[in-house]
């Protein structure tokens, strides 16, 4: 008796003096509640301020079967407004989970009009049945920079671990801008701190909270632009990014094909995820960053840079082309059978040929060519601010060492030299190729976000340029290449002339990925048109324009479209126009006009045959 | 017409009282305190119960205050039986509790609430037959072994018969179900065998097998088990099975040393469910603390240690055994319902004796105290 007395005691001592404190905390948590009301999310806009995402008001169907009179009547009715019959199975399921009483069960999300004015006009016949109204993300132009703009969703057990701030159900960014920017677009939930009782009764307001909304965030996106290049690009997958060479904005971002981030808000349906999960063409995957691709004859720059810098190839460097070189025992083609003759570099860029640089990478072997490609962003993460990004191939002889053991063999200098063996990069890196070309050598780090906006319209955090790095290249050897570029798709012979616009020099450099036959040899593939869809190559160009002060610089890729020039021109070709029609090209600064204007033009050695002009490879 | 009078007051025994002393104030002014302490605690933890079902704030209290004048008058009656008086009331007493548990069972009769036909509707009153049984019980079982004397260390004459007795009995209750009074009369049968001389090896054998028919029993019934083995960690299920004992250890925790004062406990506004019954031991932790629970022990201390002097002095073998009965089913019935809430043993339907709101409870318990008073005038308790 004793014993157990003195068992009582201890153990009374520990619930009410030891663990004092800590029930004390607990009993006020029991009777203080925050209903809380989700700020809504932060606007994203255009450059020029034109709204791509809002928040609306999204309705939900909730029950609380405990105000309910008549449980089963209720149920059946509402399954009969809402036209579905497992509101009573999301109701046994809730209570399993330990649905505390007078807890709401959420029935339907996002309800369409028609059903929400179903359950307003029989309120009365629904009791416990509420109209639940709840911000909810809505992407005004669907999947229009589907990937860049990523989606919201609920918040995950493993993010309510790692984030105290967030509550169950809350909306969290999942993906793209909406992950990278959720702290501005979040804002803070307001809501209402109440004194409930036991069963979760109401019993009195103690205080409200305002809510917060979430910032805005302005973008460098361009919405016509984008839309333009959004319809160059519909029904073809691939990828089209535009960057200002002047800043490393992201004018325009495609990746296709898209998903409907609308899908996902609060909740995907599984069935829905599926599809996009086990959709062929990976519609998630944003090609821009994610896909990496052999870079074909846009390589070619790089070769020229390299070569040129190097000092192993200068303006009047000729090799001459037969259709094709023996190496190492094996023939390597050039794309035209036939060959183009003696030829210049001048004519090999803007021609594409390939036995022309077969030779270039030969003298600058593969090391300084890998050298030459990183210092050009090829190879490398851009640092973009979206989740995932890819970094690429670009093979020297120490990664393959490292990567197969092996050592390197100078004939896969050769598939190197035309973007094709090893290499893969992403469409973004070839975009920076473009914009260092264009802009003398300086990689910006892509921005696609030009500044969060606070909620008093000023600017609360800006995204200056960042410069990633400052290649020197010579001035002559820009002009070479630039010069080059522009006779693409204005020279005759030139491969990109589809790209070509009416009084603005645009330069670009189509390419060929090809992807079947062995890596590391060409295998003629004239019969292109006659290949099943998913075996043809993929068709490369990058681009910038003006080529005296260039704004716009662009890389594109067509899956499966087979050459470049044929392909890629015409989706360049519509983006450039548009772009050309809302920022018309900026007068000539002096010192442009000085530095790359009134240069002698260069001697060109033309050729009397003019091969098919998109037919490169 | 005072004939009749006479002969009633003759037959319990009235005038045998020559020698008789006042009632022992040890005994009767602890339960006074421990009413009064109820008084209190079921006004304030009824208050907004009331004005929620009835709309009358003390709608339970009235009713309680009621009980007790009512348990009042019974246990002054009772406190002024003589021995063979309270002998007399063996017979009655065993009758009408086997009727009422059987009454239960009748239509109109039984009232059956959350499940468990427990109740008897007698025009306005509701009684609870469980804890008339349970002090019926005290009063057969010391009347039973006192006859049986020495022959109780053989278990066939003394533990085996007592086994017949109790087991239907139990049965009864565990058929309703009321498992909380099933292991109540159980602990009273043992102790009681224990003081009439039972062999104590018979004892834990008995023992054993009364586990293993309790532990039968928990499996048998899903809510059981589960009641089993939350108290062993109730915060893994605190929205569950654990929700009620966590608000106790909550509304305990909140008290802390000296207590939120008076009225000022939250944990009874709909928090604790059944902070007006069952679980009134934690309220009174919140609002006095650590000091008042105490208090509550010790009070219910006074009482066992009282009560077990007036048996150990007592030379009448019934009374003695009555005493030591009487006293168990105060004390023991305490202990337990307070270890309940303090989550040192898994949870019962027990009320805490004096404290409790609950009609049948509090009129048995002052009865059992009255014949308790009556025990502790006789001239050979000293």
């Known amino acids: 008796m004793v014993t157990v007395l003195a068992l009582v005691s201890v153990r009374l001592y520990y619930l009410q003096v030891m663990q004092h404190q800590e029930m004390t905390e607990l009993a006020d948590r029991n009777r203080i509640r925050l209903l809380r009301v989700p700020a809504p999310r932060g606007l994203v806009f255009d450059r020029r301020h034109r709204p791509l995402v809002d928040t609306q008001p999204t309705f939900d169907a909730e029950i609380v079967p405990e105000d309910s009179t008549n449980l089963s009547e209720t149920i059946e009715r509402l399954e009969s407004y809402l036209g579905e019959d497992h509101v009573a199975d999301k109701i046994a399921d809730a209570d399993e989970e330990g649905r505390p009483p007078y807890e709401p069960v959420l029935v339907e999300e996002r309800l369409d009009w028609p059903k929400v004015v179903a359950l307003e006009a029989h309120q009365l016949d629904l009791p416990g049945v509420s109209l639940e109204i709840t911000p909810g993300r809505h992407y005004l132009y669907g999947k229009l920079a589907a990937h860049l703009l990523g989606y919201v969703g609920e918040v995950s057990r493993e993010d309510l671990i790692k984030q105290t701030a967030y509550h169950m159900g809350d909306e969290i960014g999942k993906f793209g801008l909406e992950r990278g920017w959720e702290p501005f677009l979040r804002g803070q939930a307001g809501g209402e701190e109440v004194e409930v009782d036991a069963v979760g009764r109401r019993l009195r307001v103690l205080k409200e909270i305002p809510d917060t909304p979430g910032e805005s965030v302005v973008l460098t996106i361009d919405l016509d632009l984008q839309q333009a290049a959004e319809q160059a690009m519909e029904g073809k997958n691939g990828a089209l990014v535009a960057l200002d060479p002047n800043n490393g904005d992201v004018l325009a971002m495609v990746s296709h094909p898209a998903f409907d981030p609308d899908v996902f808000g609060a909740g995907v349906k599984s069935a829905d995820w599926r599809t996009l999960m086990s959709d062929p063409n990976h519609p998630l995957q944003n090609r821009v960053i994610q896909g990496t691709y052999p870079p074909g004859s846009t390589f070619k720059i790089v070769d020229s840079i390299a070569g040129l810098q190097e000092g192993s190839l200068t303006e009047d460097t000729a090799y001459s082309c037969a259709g094709g070189i023996w190496f190492g025992g094996r023939e390597y083609h050039c794309w035209r059978k036939q060959g183009h003759g003696t030829i210049g570099l001048h004519n090999a860029i803007v021609r594409s040929c390939d036995v022309y640089f077969y030779d270039v990478g030969q003298h600058l072997g593969i090391d300084k060519l890998a050298h030459w490609a990183n210092l050009l962003g090829l190879g490398l993460k851009t640092g973009i601010a979206l989740d995932n990004e890819k970094s690429g191939v670009i093979p020297s002889s120490a990664w393959k060492q490292k990567r197969y053991h092996e050592r390197w063999y100078p004939a896969e200098t050769l598939s190197v030299s035309i973007g094709q063996g090893y290499v893969a990069v992403t469409p973004l890196q070839l975009a920076q190729l473009a914009e260092m070309v264009a802009n003398g050598g300086t990689r910006y780090q892509p921005q696609f976000v030009k500044e969060v906006e606070s909620l008093d319209g000023g600017v609360a955090k800006a995204y200056p340029p960042v410069v990633e790095q400052h290649v020197d290249i010579s001035p002559e050897t820009l002009q070479i290449v630039r010069d080059a570029m522009a006779d693409v798709v204005n020279g005759p012979g030139g491969t990109a002339h589809k790209a070509a616009l009416p009084g603005i020099t645009v330069c670009a450099k189509t390419g060929t990925a090809q992807i079947v036959g062995n890596k590391g040899s060409l295998v003629a593939g004239e019969d292109e048109d006659k290949m099943p869809e998913k075996y043809r190559d993929h068709a490369w160009l990058i681009a910038f324009a003006p080529k005296e002060h260039p704004q716009i610089a662009i890389a594109c890729l067509v899956e499966h479209g087979g050459h470049g020039g044929a392909a890629a021109a015409p989706v360049v070709h519509d983006v450039m126009q548009r772009f050309f029609q809302l920022y018309p090209p900026a007068p000539q600064t002096p010192e442009l006009t000085e530095d790359r204007a009134n240069r002698p033009a260069i001697a060109r050695v033309l050729e009397d045959d003019t091969a098919d002009e998109t037919a490169e490879r | ?382």
């Open chain 2, 1 to 382: 017409m005072r004939s009749a009078a006479t002969y009633l007051k003759s037959w319990f025994g009235r005038f045998e009282a020559v020698g008789y002393r006042r009632p022992d104030p040890w005994l009767w002014l602890p339960a006074a305190v421990l009413l009064l302490v109820g008084l209190l605690m079921v006004l304030n933890t009824t208050y907004f119960l009331g004005l929620e079902k009835t709309g009358d704030a003390f709608h339970f209290f009235k009713q309680h205050l009621a009980r007790i004048i009512a348990g009042a008058i019974v246990m002054v009656l009772l406190s002024q039986f003589s021995l063979t008086g309270l002998r007399r009331l063996v017979v009655p007493l065993t009758v009408i509790s086997i009727v009422m548990l059987l009454m239960v069972y009748v239509p109109g009769l039984g009232l059956v609430r959350g499940g468990a036909r427990r109740w008897l509707k007698l025009g306005p009153m509701v009684i609870e037959p469980s804890e008339f049984v349970k002090l019926a019980l005290v009063f057969l079982l010391a009347d039973f072994f006192s006859r049986r004397g020495e022959r109780m260390r053989f278990f066939s004459q003394g533990m085996l018969p007592a086994f017949f007795i109790v087991g239907p009995i139990a049965l009864l209750l565990l058929k309703q179900p009321d498992f909380g009074s099933t292991v109540m009369i159980s602990v009273i049968l043992f102790v009681m065998l224990y003081a009439a001389g039972a062999e104590l090896k018979h004892l834990g054998m008995a023992g054993a097998g009364a586990l293993c028919l309790l532990v039968f029993q928990a499996f048998a019934k899903s809510y059981r088990m589960r009641r089993m083995t939350t108290f062993l960690d109730p915060w893994v299920v605190a929205r569950g099975a654990g929700f009620q004992l966590v608000q106790s250890f909550i509304a305990l925790g909140a008290g802390g040393g000296w207590g939120v004062g008076l009225g000022a406990g939250r944990q009874k506004m709909f928090y604790l469910p059944q902070s007006h019954t069952d679980f009134i031991f934690a309220v009174v932790g919140e609002e006095f603390g650590i000091a008042g629970a105490v208090t509550v022990i010790a009070l219910f201390c006074v009482i066992l240690f009282r009560g077990m002097r007036i048996a150990h002095e007592e030379p009448d073998a019934f009374a003695s055994l009555l005493a030591v009965g009487l006293t168990s089913l105060l004390s023991l019935q305490a202990l337990i319902n307070m270890a309940v809430v303090i989550g040192m043993i898994p949870t019962k339907g027990l009320p805490l004796p004096f404290l409790s709101y609950g009609g049948t409870a509090i009129v048995m318990a002052m009865g059992a105290l009255g014949a308790l008073l009556a025990l502790g005038r006789r001239p050979a308790v000293r």
